[in-house]
């Protein structure tokens, strides 16, 4: 079975510009959640889809978003970016009934 | 509201010596524990959960409730253990897991 992916590894951008992250999960995974890890902080929960619907979110202000289409793919958006937002973003996919979640291997963003 | 504590940022040991990583929680119901492991240039995996009590790759974690704790351990340090290990909550229902803020264990030679 094939892991989960994310798109792209890393990216580059500048204050005030937005970006928009791919994540692809475990074929049969209906549940993509998405973390950001920073040194300082470790990992932080900003949102989980389930079925195309939000089901939880993190304490992550509006300028991140995110959504979940029919075949279980998932973006997330940030808008707006701040060099605060500089980190690695992670996707994870769980399957229904088991809280043991897969980690993609990262999207790294730089803001400059 | 949920809280997992890693009370280590980096813990050094010699290869052979036993190896204790520290975790503690803070949530009112039964939790599903975790500890997850990220070695250099690797995702993070999941090495391993409470409910299944399994040795992997030497380590294991118990859960003890009363002093809300789940500890990992492992008897003999190998320089492959080194990484970074992340201690992680489950609530009941579908709520998402939380991490503590981890700890990166560092095995000399």
């Known amino acids: 079975k094939a892991g989960v992916t994310q798109t792209p590894r890393y990216l580059i951008k500048t204050r005030g510009q937005q970006v928009t992250l791919s994540c692809s999960p475990i074929s049969g995974h209906r549940s993509v959640s998405w973390y950001q890890q920073t040194p300082g902080q470790g990992l932080q929960f900003l949102f989980e889809?389930?079925?195309?619907?939000?089901?939880n979110k993190g304490n992550f202000p509006g300028r991140f978003s995110g959504r979940q289409f029919s075949n279980s793919r998932s973006e997330m958006n940030v808008s707006t970016l701040e060099l605060g937002d500089s980190a690695l973003y992670l996707c994870?996919?769980?399957?229904?009934?088991?809280?043991?979640?897969?980690f993609g291997p990262g999207t790294r963003l730089t803001v400059l | 509201a949920q809280r997992v504590t890693q009370p280590e940022k980096l813990l050094s040991v010699f290869k052979g010596a036993p190896v204790e990583l520290k975790c503690n929680y803070s949530y009112s119901g039964s939790p599903e524990l975790f500890w997850y492991v990220q070695y250099s240039r690797q995702r993070l995996q999941l090495l391993l959960r409470?409910?299944s009590r399994e040795s992997i790759k030497g380590f294991t974690a118990d859960l003890n409730k009363g002093e809300t704790s789940f500890h990992l351990k492992k008897p003999f340090a190998q320089e492959e253990d080194s990484a970074m290990y992340y201690c992680a909550l489950s609530g009941s229902g579908n709520t998402p897991l939380v991490f503590g803020k981890g700890t990166r264990l560092s095995v000399i030679a």
């Open positions: 889809y389930f079925s195309e619907t939000q089901r």
């Open positions: 409470h409910i």
């Open positions: 994870a996919s769980g399957a229904q009934y088991s809280n043991e979640q897969f």
